[in-house]
């Protein structure tokens, strides 16, 4: 079994959608959970072997996000 590794992060409400989409288009890299999509506050879990993907996904993608 693969250790995961989970992220909260805040983005735009707005914009929740769009992560979710760019993240299904990277299969299996990471699954995205809403905690509240009011204050745009998600949870992304994925395999700890992909912390540097997933960080890099995230880094290029927040100015979009914001």
Known sequence: MENLTSVQIRISPERIYFLKFILEGYDNLAVLST????????????????????????????????
């Open 35 to 66: 905690v509240d999509r009011i204050d745009g506050i998600l949870e992304i879990r994925y395999p700890s072997e992909q912390k540097h993907e997933v960080d890099q996904l995230l880094q290029s993608l927040m100015p979009l996000l914001s």
